[in-house]
């Protein structure tokens, strides 16, 4: 298993952009596909992208198509996710996930098996 840690949330205005960083510690990064979820308080936890371990495909829900972008850097163990034209609605605790079996286009629909702390991002109307 990795351990991870994210980072670069805050606070932004509507239509502002943020983004987050995941920093992975472990020997296999690079095999591993990885993932961002979301969570709000009281309300089930949400697939937002997942990426393969190559970097070479990705991976949107729908409510974040076209506005978010999800990278990695495997020399740098670190996976990101670019937010442009943020909406009130993508408040949430968002957290980093990663798996070394399940392949990057089910990681929306299984649970990986390491994540993050989870890092705030609050849009503001």
């Known amino acids: 298993q990795v351990q991870l840690v994210e980072s670069g949330g805050g606070l932004v205005q509507a239509g502002g952009s943020l983004r987050l960083s995941c920093a992975a510690s472990?020997?296999?990064?690079?095999?591993?596909?990885m993932a961002w979820f979301r969570q709000v308080p009281g309300k089930e936890r949400e697939f937002v992208a997942a990426i393969a371990w190559s970097g070479g495909n990705t991976y949107y829900a729908d409510s974040v198509k076209g506005r978010f972008t999800i990278s990695r850097d495997n020399a740098k163990n670190t996976m990101f996710l670019q937010m442009n034209s943020l909406k009130p609605e993508d408040t949430a605790v968002y957290y980093c996930?990663?798996?070394?079996?399940?392949?990057?286009?089910?990681?929306?629909?299984?649970?990986?098996?390491?994540w993050g702390q989870g890092t705030q991002v609050t849009v503001s109307s």
């Open positions: 996930a990663a798996d070394h079996v399940i392949p990057a286009q089910l990681m929306g629909v299984m649970s990986p098996g390491s």
């Open positions: 472990g020997r296999s990064f690079s095999s591993y596909a």
